[in-house]
């Protein structure tokens, strides 16, 4: 069994602390070219089943701003793909290391499109699972309208009104409809949500992240011009549900196949946050995917 040395480091951006770690394997000064694994709002604490299946190479993870250890400085409610690619150039760079490969989950897949986009000398290849970009959907006005509602629900009525909204969208299968919005609200306590507004909108996600990161749309052609193999990947029991659907659209636009992954949506999880995967699985695949870079 590999045995792993973890650092725990910052770097400085604007408006912001970006905490990471680098796991090494025992003895190992290098361990080959960095694997990144990324998500969106997602820190790294849902990262540790996946990393411990990657003992053998030099494993990343990081905490988005705002998130974890990575304090915001700058006290903005919204961040953009576009801030987020830049603290992981600047994360990448501070490694010191030359390209990564790296793997990008959810939000993380946005963010990794627009760090490519910008900077594909940095990716050497780019395993990006069910972004959830709603503008290059068919249905995307509509699914674009439905996060604006969370979001705004969120800011009227707190956290459990609207992940309760969140919660009832995600799992969907197929094209919204463009009333969806106005179906009675569910129920936070039906979700084991709590029912009173505790004031608080700081949450990453349904404050932070929601607009920015759906209303991201990739630049395709850019993608397509960089140096980094993009390969696009969604979880087999996602099928019908936007981010996957989402993939499968962009992986079209790139001219390339979607890649099927074991599970869902979180399919790496083993227990992080109550949620489990197939993660042995899911390591598998993103192995065999990566070492198709050659």
């Not at 920015?212 to 960089?226: I, K, Q, S, V």
Request: hydrophobic residues 40%; aromatic residues 6%; glycine residues 12%.
């Amino acid at each position: 069994m590999n045995m792993v040395d973890t650092d725990t480091r910052t770097v400085d951006a604007p408006g912001a602390t970006v905490t990471y770690d680098v796991r090494r394997p025992d003895g190992d000064a290098t361990g080959g070219r960095p694997l990144m694994l990324i998500g969106s709002p997602m820190d790294a604490a849902g990262f540790g089943t996946l990393a411990a299946h990657f003992a053998d190479r030099t494993v990343v993870t990081y905490d988005p701003r705002g998130t974890g250890r990575s304090a915001r400085t700058d006290g903005a409610r919204r961040t953009t793909p576009e801030e987020h690619a830049d603290d992981l150039r600047r994360v990448i760079e501070a490694l010191g290391a030359g390209p990564v490969d790296l793997f990008a989950s959810s939000g993380g897949a946005v963010n990794a499109f627009a760090l490519v986009a910008g900077h594909g000398e940095l990716v050497a290849t780019l395993v990006a699972h069910e972004p959830p970009a709603a503008r290059v959907l068919p249905d995307g006005e509509a699914v674009l309208g439905i996060c604006e509602d969370i979001h705004a629900t969120y800011l009227q009525k707190g956290m459990g009104p609207a992940m309760a909204k969140f919660l009832a969208t995600v799992g969907h299968k197929g094209l919204f409809p463009d009333d969806w919005r106005d179906a009675p609200a569910p129920d936070p306590a039906a979700f084991g949500l709590p029912t009173e507004d505790d004031g608080s909108r700081d949450d990453p996600l349904l404050g932070q992240n929601m607009i920015g990161c759906t209303g991201f749309r990739p630049d395709t052609a850019a993608l397509r011009a960089a140096p980094t193999r993009v390969v696009v990947a969604a979880g087999k029991e996602s099928e019908g549900e936007w981010p996957a659907r989402a993939a499968a659209e962009i992986a079209r636009e790139l001219g390339t196949t979607l890649t099927v992954f074991p599970s869902h949506h979180g399919g790496f999880l083993g227990g992080e946050y109550g949620q489990q995967g197939a993660p042995e699985e899911f390591a598998r695949t993103l192995r065999d995917v990566l070492a198709d870079a050659g």
